[in-house]
Structure formats: structure tokens, C-alpha cells
């Protein structure tokens, strides 16, 4: 069952094609890999598939829903069901804890439940730093709770914008870990990176170029893949 379908996708700025008839689909609870030197149309598609923008030619079909021709309103409500949102620079609310973070996003999406969101900070091993605001959290609890945000309101997708960007090298173990739990337990992930072995857990990956896909190809995942038993469950209460 596809989750995502571009047909004929293109962005076109003046003269300037960002993305130049992509054709895509992505498999309910695949990981895909988006690669690409700068300038190569990755944020675009990033942008076109988290619904923060539109395609000016073609179809989008995000979980049963053609999208292409949604008003900004629409793509924002659909955006908040469908996707979860996890970016490099984190975007914290700076002066609310890390709890408080994660239900500000069921706020916007339906009711806070801080027992929920507990549950989520659990999931990616953060329960005891759940009173504690971003600046007393390192880089990668920070990205812990970015993602336990994107999952809190049981998105679709799970869309990363160079998720590990900002980590060093232990924890971008750990949240690359935290993925592979996460598909193995059925989620269905995108993550949009540079970093070739970021790319390289994934199982499968598209390289952009000029706005076209040059190369696509099936991984052999790096990662020996987690053992069932060992798989969070409350991470599987998100997917």
C-alpha cells in the first residue's frame, strides 16, 4: 500500500525548475532516504511533501488525499494529522519544559494529555528530563524530544529534515537508533540528508540532481536490525 504518490511533480521558480517531473511512491512503513548535494531539490521535495508547499505542476496523494490542489488552511490541517516533523535546528519553545513541548503539539492537533506525553519522552528514553527546558538538555536530548513531538500525534509519515545534522557522532547513534525501532515496529520514515551514512540506514534511497532523480537504489542497512523483544512498545503506541 503506497502512503505517498507524486505523479509528474514539478516546482518551478520563474525560469528556475527546483524540481523537474519527479515521479515517487513511498510504501506504508519504508524508510526512503532523500540524498543530494545543495541546490539539488531536496528541501523542495522535503517542503512539497510536508505540505509547507505546493507543487506548481502535477499530483501529490498523501495517504489517500490529493493535496496538489488544497488551499494553505487545508495543507496546514493536513499537515497537522498526517505529519510528524523532525528538524535539525530542533525548534523548541525555549521557555516551556520538554513535556510541555510535546503538548503544545496535541494542543494544536487536539487536547494535551501529559500522560501521553510522558509516554512519549519514555519511548526515546527522556522520562526524567521531562521538567527540564531545552537549554538544559544537550543536542541530542533535544532531537529525542523532537522526535517523541512528531510522534505524539500518530502522523502517517514521519518526514526528517537532516536529523542528525547538529549531534555528534554517540548521539547520532542513538537517535539513528531510535528510527530503526521505530521501523521495525511498522513506521513508515523519510529523511532528507547529505550525510552518506545517515543515508545508509535507510533501505532505500533516491540521489536528486538538478531537480530530477538521477539514482535510486535498494540498501543493504549497515544496522543489524533490532531484535523484535527489544523494540520499545511504547514506541509502537505512536506508529
Known amino acids: 500500500m503506497n502512503i505517498l504518490t507524486l505523479k509528474d511533480v514539478s516546482k518551478i521558480y520563474g525560469e528556475l525548475k527546483a524540481l523537474d517531473n519527479i515521479n515517487l511512491t513511498v510504501e506504508k512503513g519504508e524508510w526512503l532516504a532523500i540524498m543530494g548535494p545543495s541546490g539539488s531539490g531536496k528541501t523542495t521535495m522535503m517542503n512539497i511533501i510536508g505540505c509547507m508547499d505546493k507543487a506548481s505542476i502535477g499530483e501529490v496523494i498523501l495517504d489517500g488525499t490529493n493535496i496538489s490542489k488544497l488551499s494553505p488552511k487545508e495543507l496546514t490541517e493536513i499537515r497537522r494529522d498526517k505529519i ?10 525555549n521557555y516551556l519544559t520538554a513535556v510541555e513541548n510535546i503538548m503544545m503539539a496535541q494542543y494544536y492537533h487536539s487536547m494535551p494529555d501529559e500522560e501521553e506525553a510522558m509516554a512519549a519522552l519514555e519511548a526515546v528514553g527522556l522520562a526524567d528530563r521531562a521538567k527540564h527546558l531545552p537549554n538544559q538538555l544537550s543536542g541530542g536530548e533535544q532531537q529525542r524530544v523532537c522526535i517523541a513531538r512528531a510522534l505524539i500525534n500518530h502522523p502517517s509519515i514521519l518526514l526528517a529534515d537532516e536529523p542528525t545534522g547538529n549531534l555528534d557522532e554517540k548521539n547520532e547513534y542513538i537517535v539513528m537508533d531510535i528510527f530503526e525501532k521505530l521501523h521495525n515496529a511498522g513506521s513508515t520514515i523519510i529523511v532528507v540528508t ?3 551514512e545517515v543515508g545508509d540506514e535507510a533501505e532505500r534511497m533516491i540521489v536528486l540532481e538538478h531537480g530530477r532523480i538521477s539514482r535510486e537504489e535498494k540498501k543493504k542497512r549497515s544496522r543489524p536490525v533490532v531484535d523484535e523483544n527489544a523494540t520499545n512498545e511504547n514506541l509502537k503506541k505512536f506508529i
Not at 84 to 92: E, K, N, S, T
Open 84 to 93: 510528524g516533523l523532525i528538524f535539525q535546528q530542533f525548534h523548541l519553545v
Open 194 to 196: 547529505h550525510d552518506p
